[in-house]
């Protein structure tokens, strides 16, 4: 065995530098060589070799020994089972394909010469890696590389026309297709190599970077990059490594439309979907991994803006992390995924944050580690260091840190974040935290394709998630998706009309025709809004949703419909666990807790769920609760699901407005983790809060303890001390300092002029930021916005003094 493939880690390779993505000074990086030294792409295999496998660790020290059997004993299966025909390299993964085109059934074929290319890599890990009990085995080295002898000849070779589904083809098939050459490299000869690299050429050509749209955009592209990049250091390519490191370069700088990240920490992929959990994860994990590879090569990722990335990690994908979980609601078609959870889909990218802070700031690095710290301790549910499937080289980043004792967890911020680019808010308080999921003419209801996600439908129509501190974080993570009620998740406003699994068509990604989307925040608080279309339903709604220190307060407004089914809003709708019988508390009557249990409340004006949350009904609502076991499988969302029947028990308060109701309307208080003597001390007590408006006009509340106005104004008109003369969502925050923050924006973006009224007095200005043309004080405060439109429904904040 040669020095290129012995197992050194890349520190000690590139002098303990290779490891620091080094984003500053990367403009000093030195020009690729015209004829680079073959050393230099040795050194590049070593580095991904270590990028691959991990470093650092001990193969007898625990999570470690574990995974290291584990990946032994998947090996061994794929080895005893290995049987090379024509179409397949094992029986149950046949890849040919009798009618190759693009429908389905060719999706599930191109699939299979995927999962083969897979197969593959596990084996050569096994053989690689110590610890697995095939560490170095001959047999192992043999089918390893009579495997991929076998792809090229049958498949994977320059003749094949591609079917079914593109990313096998360019993105998955070639990175592990060039993985498994890097870690066998010396075992390759020159007409191996030489034919692989023709095969990557073919079906992932210069062409794939010729425009930065289509499926070349976000972590698209930056799969497609490292496809190539791996490809030209297996086949010592200078000339496609600088293309391809060059085509990265418009991932980098935020959009303001299409895919990528946003100026506001949106992340959009395929054109119109929330997928910081899923692509956006993925972009993190191939830049931060190349900037890694690349830093002290003649081929560094130097970008002028790859400060906005490092910026992303607190902008972006922070605020949908909580305690080691991320949100399912910027996951998409992720979530309908057996065997992954919110938090599996986590541990990954909590690595990645590692491995990105050791190219970043002192500072960032330091807060990303206690973040990250924080996270993985507070995870009481799925530890990430107890996740049988987190890669070797994921484990070994996160084990270091913890191991750290120099880094101090940080704890979760108080903050309140919206998201305008993609239609989700997050709100975060010492116990609890919370988000919104939501569409418009701008985001998709949901994601459909590949057979994935196929009763999604309703996931952005208002979804209400949310968490406690330490308690719930296993919500969503125990088969919530197949087996809840997909017309009641908490929060939503739909109609019962039945609906086709994947309602809206494949990769159809249906938007309402609804421009009043969004809302405004001071950064600690909020007002969100949603006008609400249902997907294929005449069903109109207006919600709201003010977002309070300890609770959330929940309207809705003018809820019509004319599809001859029931319209319901869901309150809440808890998994429970297999044996816990939460007590439900209405009105302080404790009620039955028997499976199948069904009530209905005229005029209830509270609810509690023991050890979950407070419900608060400050109008009275006509509350309907029920208690049941649902079953459902995977296969019911995701075609490549399993079919195994799956049970789950819930708790669901909703509100049922009738058949094709008329103006119909609601109001709820949200207090998570709230005692059951707090959620009825808060019902007894009218003046807390103020529901100033409730219409398909205007919707706003007041709350005199946190000197709180705000209101969303659907149409012009007044609400108590405020007034707008066109739609607009406005905060008003009074401070103890004799200061207040008023906070206003346009979430339609059709404003060319807005004006609001305070009927409060105020002495000056304290700051405006450019939209502000006009501003005078006194009696009233009289503010003249323009240019709204163009903010994109970006909040505008102005600082004044109380007279």
């Known amino acids: 065995m040669s020095s290129s493939l012995r197992r050194r880690t890349f520190l000690q390779v590139t002098g303990g530098t290779a490891l620091a993505l080094g984003v500053a000074g990367a403009a000093a990086a030195p020009a690729a060589a015209a004829t680079p030294d073959p050393q230099e792409f040795a050194a590049l295999r070593a580095g991904w070799r270590d990028l691959v496998l991990g470093t650092g660790f001990s193969p007898t020290a625990e999570p470690f020994r574990s995974l290291l059997a584990d990946l032994g004993t998947a090996a061994r299966a794929h080895l005893s089972t290995m049987l090379p025909a024509e179409g397949s390299l094992w029986p149950d993964a046949v890849w040919r394909d009798p009618e190759p085109d693009t429908d389905a059934e060719s999706y599930a074929f191109s699939a299979q010469m995927n999962e083969s290319y897979n197969r593959i890599g596990t084996l050569a890990q096994a053989w690689a890696q110590p610890g697995t009990g095939l560490t170095g085995d001959p047999a192992v080295l043999r089918a390893v590389l009579d495997g991929l002898d076998h792809l090229h000849a049958q498949v994977y070779n320059e003749t094949t026309v591609r079917y079914g589904n593109w990313w096998n083809w360019q993105i998955g098939a070639p990175q592990a297709l060039m993985d498994t050459c890097v870690l066998v490299h010396d075992h390759l000869t020159a007409e191996q190599i030489a034919a692989y690299c023709r095969a990557v050429d073919h079906f992932v050509p210069d062409s794939v970077f010729d425009a930065y749209t289509g499926t070349s955009t976000g972590a698209n592209r930056v799969d497609l990059c490292r496809s190539v990049i791996l490809r030209a250091i297996v086949g010592e390519d200078s000339g496609r490594i600088a293309r391809a490191v060059a085509a990265l370069d418009p991932v980098f700088p935020y959009v303001t439309s299409g895919d990528g990240f946003y100026a506001d920490g949106s992340f959009i992929q395929h054109r119109n979907v929330p997928y910081i959990g899923g692509y956006g994860s993925v972009l993190h994990d191939g830049i931060g991994r190349l900037m890694a590879l690349l830093r002290t090569s003649p081929w560094p990722v130097a970008s002028p803006d790859a400060q906005l990335f490092l910026d992303t990690v607190d902008h972006a994908i922070a605020p949908f992390v909580h305690n080691g979980l991320i949100m399912d609601n910027v996951s998409s078609r992720g979530i309908s995924r057996a065997g992954t959870s919110d938090h599996t889909r986590a541990h990954a990218l909590l690595a990645t944050i590692v491995l990105i802070g050791r190219g970043a700031s002192e500072a960032e690095n330091a807060r990303w580690r206690a973040m990250v710290k924080g996270w993985m301790q507070r995870d009481y549910h799925a530890p990430p260091l107890r996740n049988p499937k987190l890669s070797l080289v994921r484990a070994a980043l996160l084990q270091s840190l913890l191991d750290d004792t120099s880094v101090t967890p940080a704890p979760e911020p108080v903050q309140h974040r919206l998201f305008h680019h993609m239609d989700r808010a997050t709100h975060r308080r010492r116990g609890w935290c919370a988000s919104v999921s939501m569409a418009s003419k701008r985001v998709a209801h949901y994601e459909y394709g590949n057979g994935e996600h196929a009763r999604g439908y309703h996931t952005g129509a208002g979804w209400l998630s949310w ?126 807790d028997g499976q199948g249990e069904q009530g209905t409340f005229e005029n209830a004006r509270w609810a509690h769920v023991e050890g979950h949350a407070g419900y608060v009904f400050p109008e009275g609502l006509r509350l309907g609760t029920v208690r049941e076991e649902r079953t459902g499988a995977w296969r019911d969302i995701n075609a490549g699901g399993p079919a195994t029947p799956l049970t789950r028990r819930y708790l669901t308060l909703f509100t049922d407005h009738g058949t094709d109701p008329t103006d119909s309307d609601y109001a709820y208080v949200l207090m998570p983790g709230a005692s059951l003597r707090t959620t009825a001390r808060r019902a007894a007590d009218r003046g807390w809060l103020h529901l100033l408006a409730n219409t398909g006009s205007q919707q706003g509340v007041r709350v005199p303890r946190l000197g709180l106005t705000a209101v969303n104004f659907w149409t012009a008109g007044a609400v108590g001390q405020l007034s707008a003369d066109a739609p607009a969502s406005v905060l008003v925050r009074e401070h103890r300092d004799g200061t207040a923050t008023v906070v206003v924006s346009d979430p339609a973006r059709r404003t060319t002029s807005l004006r609001i009224t305070w009927a409060k007095r105020v002495s000056s200005v304290i700051s405006k930021p450019g939209t502000v043309t006009a501003a005078t004080t006194g009696a009233t405060l009289n503010l003249t916005f323009t240019g709204l439109a163009q903010a994109s429904g970006a909040p505008q904040r102005v600082r004044v003094r109380l007279a």
């Not at 009309?497 to 600690?524: C, I, R, S």
Request: hydrophobic fraction near 35%.
């Open 467 to 592: 968490w406690g501190d330490d308690f719930g974080l296993e919500q969503y993570a125990d088969a919530y998706w197949p087996t809840v009620d997909p017309y009641r998740l908490p929060g939503i406003t739909a109609s019962r009309k039945p609906l086709a699994d994947g309602e809206g068509g494949n990769w159809g990604q249906p938007m309402p025709n609804a421009a009043w989307v969004g809302g405004t925040t001071d950064g600690e608080f909020g007002a969100t809004g949603q006008h609400l279309i249902g997907l294929s339903s005449t069903m109109n709604a207006k919600k709201s949703w003010f977002w309070l220190d300890d609770a959330v307060v929940c309207l809705g407004a003018g809820i019509t419909s004319t599809d001859g089914h029931a319209v319901e809003t869901t309150v809440d709708n808890r998994a429970l666990k297999a044996s816990e019988t939460p007590a439900l508390t209405v009105d302080g009557r404790v009620q039955p």
